[in-house]
């Protein structure tokens, strides 16, 4: 099993710009999560899904969206990159209830000039 | 919504030394989690212990979750024990509310 996988791992973008991150995991849990760590915030909840078609926003979800067509594929998308969106983005999934042990993807360092 | 708060925010050791972690949260949970950032920034799941206590090699965890709160010990730490540690929550089982952490240097 690969776990928890994400894509890309370092990206810069231009401020408005627009990209997707890629989140998926195989082992087909039905919660997955995405996180932002900023330095001394600790990670921060932005949009978390129950299941394929069922997303809920977290704390912090003004400029992402995200969808959940399939089990595995949880993609993360900004619509218009900002200078505050520049953080360490991790994605997460847990087994069949989020109480379970999470896992996490080893995260993707976006930067927004 | 529900607070964490995670103490010391800093701690440095020796090799060998022993440790405890402490995380306090504001109110009654299902679920509580600790979890260990590397230096790579790698998040790796220590504990699932809502309550009681459980051990894994050096590393045990107790939460009395009546009184609101949970420690993590390190025994006999090592240098690879450096990086930050997180305590989690969660009440409503939707989401994981997390500390700030606590980082852990250990040196040689």
């Known amino acids: 099993n690969a776990g928890v996988t994400q894509t890309p791992k370092f990206q810069v973008l231009k401020t408005g710009q627009s990209m997707t991150l890629q989140c998926a995991q195989d082992m087909n849990h039905e919660y997955m999560s995405w996180y932002r760590q900023d330095p001394g915030m600790g990670l921060r909840l932005i949009h978390y899904s129950v299941g394929a078609g069922i997303t809920d926003q977290g704390e912090v979800p003004n400029g992402y969206n995200v969808s959940r067509s399939t089990t595995e594929d949880f993609p993360l998308r900004l619509l218009s990159a900002a200078p505050s969106q520049t953080s360490v983005y991790f994605c997460?999934?847990?087994?069949?209830?989020?109480?379970?042990?999470?896992?996490f993807g080893p995260g993707t360092r976006l930067t927004v000039l | 919504g529900i607070q964490v708060e995670q103490s010391p925010p800093d701690l440095i050791l020796q090799e060998g030394a022993n440790s405890t972690l402490r995380c306090n949260f504001s109110d009654s949970v299902n679920n509580l989690q600790w979890f260990h950032q590397n230096p790579w920034g790698q998040l790796i799941n220590l504990f699932y212990?809502?309550?009681g206590t459980k051990q894994n090699g050096r590393l045990s965890a107790t939460t009395v979750a009546t009184e609101r709160y949970s420690l993590l010990y390190i025994s006999s730490s090592q240098t690879t024990d450096s990086g930050v540690y997180f305590c989690?929550?969660?009440?409503?089982?939707?989401?994981?509310?997390f500390g700030k952490g606590t980082t852990l240097s250990v040196s040689s």
């Open positions: 212990i809502p309550s």
């Open positions: 997460a999934s847990s087994g069949r209830r989020f109480q379970d042990e999470q896992f």
């Open positions: 989690a929550v969660d009440r409503a089982g939707t989401a994981l509310i």
